[in-house]
């Protein structure tokens, strides 16, 4: 079929979509996801005149009449030869090699290097669809991935990217999540840094918590850069605390999250794979792994915990990454704030004085801080932690995070008070009294994502009481902060149909 080529005004980030009217996909034969074999009859070099794409398909009769074929202004940009008005030849397409492994991971049997490197390769192409993309991830989540099938899938997705080298071993800390509020990177990074070790901290936006560290982070500076940038803010800082998104590190990675969020997946075959990626791909050869353990968590028992730590230091060690994982507390939120703005209002408070605490907080992060001091040879084994201390007391931690904010160009004068939060908010108080048994992290974690988390940066939940506080009655323990009134309404509604996330301890055991 020959179609006329029209241009689209949006630019779509999938360079492989384009749109045709129904009647043509009907005389076709293709359904909407499906490919097409495209040929420019008009181009002369062969990278513009042939490639596969996906169709969309036009219902409306206004975005493309019969006869024509809608091209994306991001392919028109790819495809020089590639002119509005040209005439191209568009017939059905057969799925890529690479489907055929993806229906062999469904039916549970092992992938070979080259099969895993196929799947990548036709990823980052565009030529696997996200519905395919979607049953590799189920495919792993049910079967999963030996150690060689995720050694071989980490070395994949670095290839599909670039890669940084800084000179010197590179350190960097990272976290399985599932603990509402666990800011710890935003005071990690600047104490690492602060030591004189170098630590590019490059972090994903949230996926199933109501605050990342990217997230947190974009509320004191910007976190998008290029290459260039980053290699200038870590040669003159030693460290920086960004959005690996806008680099061009591991795109393959970048793809499957995006549709893993949506499918609520991380399987471990995947997970792994996806920390060692971003680390390898800026050159990280030494890493502490925080493993929340406990109900809520990827991790609900320590022997889970440990026995996924054992796992992914064989698999670091495999690509070249000394790593050592620490298992740590989940019964309740890391500190007292739990969304974007309040996290980090919260982490720069402690920076900036260490005696406002909270405990939870200061534990966790010199803990974690102080391995990683350990490994770079800065503090004798058992050490790290009084070091990191005293770099947070001193506040070297705080004027390393300064220059940190300064370099990513934000106020590196910015107060905790400056940072905005919602205009919506309400407060929960206490209608008995007696201690505190239990803190619901997956209520929280509801809640805080009803309010607009993590999307919304002023969203998020505070804690005035955690576990083991004796409380009176009318003593104030939760507030909701939202940028909409009605999600607010709706985040309350959450907090009241299921008592709150806050549990007193008395003498009955459980309301049927």
């Known amino acids: 079929m020959k179609l006329k080529v029209k241009k689209i005004n949006f630019e779509t980030g999938n360079t492989k979509d384009v749109v045709i009217n129904k009647k043509d996909a009907l005389q076709l034969g293709q359904k909407a996801g499906e490919r097409v074999y495209i040929k420019n009859i008009e181009a002369k070099s062969l990278e513009n005149k042939y490639w596969v794409a996906i169709i969309q398909i036009d219902y409306s009769n206004s975005i493309v009449k019969q006869g024509e074929i809608g091209i994306f202004i991001d392919i028109l940009q790819e495809k020089k030869e590639l002119v509005e008005g040209a005439t191209i030849s568009v017939k059905p397409a057969d799925p890529p090699d690479s489907f055929r492994f993806i229906k062999k991971k469904i039916q549970g049997k092992k992938l070979s290097s080259e099969e895993i490197n196929s799947i990548i390769s036709d990823a980052v192409s565009g030529s696997l669809s996200k519905i395919e993309l979607a049953a590799f991830i189920t495919g792993v989540s049910i079967n999963g991935m030996d150690n060689e099938e995720m050694t071989a899938l980490t070395l994949a997705e670095v290839r599909s990217g670039d890669m ?16 509402p509020g666990n800011k710890v990177s935003l005071i990690i990074v ?31 500076a910007p976190v998008s850069f290029t290459s260039e940038k980053l290699k200038e803010m870590v040669s003159k800082h030693k460290s920086c605390i960004i959005w690996g998104g806008a680099l061009n590190t591991s795109p393959a990675d970048n793809i499957l999250i995006e549709i893993e969020r949506p499918l609520h997946m991380d399987p471990i075959g995947l997970m792994i794979p996806s920390i060692l990626t971003k ?8 890493l502490v792994l925080d493993i929340p353990v406990g109900e809520g968590t990827k991790f609900p028992t320590p022997d889970a915990g440990k026995q996924f730590a054992y796992t992914f230091k064989e698999i670091a060690k495999n690509v070249g990454i000394e790593a050592e994982c620490a298992l740590t507390l989940a019964h309740q939120p890391i500190g007292h704030a739990i969304g974007p703005a309040l996290e980090a209002k919260e982490a720069l408070t402690l920076l900036m004085d260490y005696s406002a605490g909270p405990n939870s907080l200061i534990e966790k992060s010199t803990e ?4 990683l001091l350990e490994m770079g040879g800065k503090a004798q084994k058992g050490k790290g932690q009084i070091l990191a201390k005293e770099l947070l007391k001193s506040g070297k931690a705080y004027k390393k995070m300064q220059q940190i ?17 919602g205009p919506y908010m309400k407060e929960f108080f206490t209608i008995k009294e007696g201690h505190i048994t ?26 005035f009481k955690k576990q083991g506080a004796r409380i009176k009655q ?31 301890g008395g003498m009955m055991i459980e309301r049927i």
């Open 279 to 286: 680390k390898l791909s800026l050159g990280v050869k030494k």
């Open 164 to 179: 940084f080298y800084f000179g010197m071993d590179v350190f960097d800390k990272h976290s399985t999540g599932g603990v």
């Open 368 to 371: 974690l801080a102080g391995i």
């Open 438 to 463: 239990e803190v619901n992290n997956a209520i929280i974690n509801q809640i805080a994502k009803a309010a607009g988390c993590p999307h919304s940066k002023s969203s998020g939940v505070e804690i």
């Open 405 to 421: 904010i300064q370099a990513q160009g934000g106020d590196p004068e910015i107060k905790p008070q400056d940072i905005k939060l």
């Open 474 to 504: 009318g003593d104030l323990i939760f507030r909701i902060y939202s940028d909409s009134e009605s999600r607010l309404k709706k985040a309350e509604k959450i907090y009241n149909s299921t008592g709150g996330p806050i549990i007193l």
């Open 190 to 220: 600047p104490i690492i840094a602060a030591s004189g070790l170098i630590i590019p901290k490059s972090s994903t936006r949230a996926i199933t918590s109501p605050s990342g560290t990217a997230d947190s982070m974009e509320t004191l």
